[in-house]
């Protein structure tokens, strides 16, 4: 079993769809991310949870809306998203969150297409 | 403010040849963790090698070696012999001591021809 699964691997969309991207980790670690990665630009950074609270949102539009469940699940639900939005959306567990030598442990990321 | 940039875009070379990877960091941070992550195609980022600011001994792990020059910001790192399952993009990612966030470079794609 890997240790961060995320679902799906490929997404789809309209614009006025609403949608939702599931990530578990199986470390045990009690920080998770998310990270963008668009086509030509570095990997951005949107929310940082740590035992579930939220400590870092990044300037990233309401349209996007993080959930963390438990300190093994983190979802990222999408609504009303713009052709922009189309990247690969990575997510990341780390024992614990905000220390500079910490590594992270990265899923496959969900590759999403916005039509 | 802080920058780090991986100047090599993309890299093609053949099996067995060696391969440096650079990445300069620049910071008035005077403590940093430096990491280099590999993203094959699958996707997910995979973490390689971790060194501090105070540690500028350089190492070699396998077929990886890396080269931390403090002085010049520099960060390279090394494949020796490479080998087609080396292809990938390789990020150079340093953190800062007083953030402790993660600031990815762009990238190099490396591409190792059979």
């Known amino acids: 079993e890997t240790g961060v699964t995320q679902t799906p691997r490929h997404l789809v969309m309209g614009m006025t769809n609403k949608k939702s991207l599931k990530c578990e980790q199986h470390l045990g670690h009690n920080a998770m991310y998310w990270y963008k990665q668009s086509a030509k630009k570095p990997l951005e950074l949107m929310f940082v949870y740590s035992l579930e609270e939220r400590v870092e949102n990044n300037s990233v539009p309401s349209r996007f809306s993080p959930e963390c469940p438990n300190s093994s699940h983190l979802f990222l639900h999408l609504h009303t998203l713009q052709p922009e939005d189309s990247a690969l959306y990575l997510c990341?567990?780390?024992?614990?969150?905000?220390?500079?030598?910490?590594?992270?442990?990265f899923g496959s990321g969900t590759q999403l297409s916005v039509l | 403010a802080q920058k780090v940039t991986q100047a090599q875009t993309e890299i093609s070379v053949v099996e067995k040849e060696d391969v440096t990877l650079d990445c300069v960091y620049e910071t008035r941070d005077t403590t940093y963790y430096l990491f280099w992550y590999k993203q094959p195609p699958s996707g997910e980022l995979v973490f390689l090698i971790r060194?501090?600011?105070?540690?500028?001994q350089n190492e070699i792990s396998g077929r990886y070696s890396w080269n931390f020059q403090k002085s010049t910001s520099s960060f390279n790192f090394t494949i020796t012999a490479s080998q087609v399952v080396d292809s990938a993009v390789y990020f150079c990612?340093?953190?800062?001591?007083?953030?402790?966030?993660?600031?990815f470079g762009q990238g190099t794609t490396l591409q190792v021809k059979p």
């Open positions: 990341a567990s780390s024992q614990e969150a905000g220390l500079p030598h910490e590594k992270l442990f």
């Open positions: 990612a340093p953190s800062s001591s007083n953030t402790g966030k993660l600031i």
């Open positions: 060194r501090n600011s105070f540690d500028e």
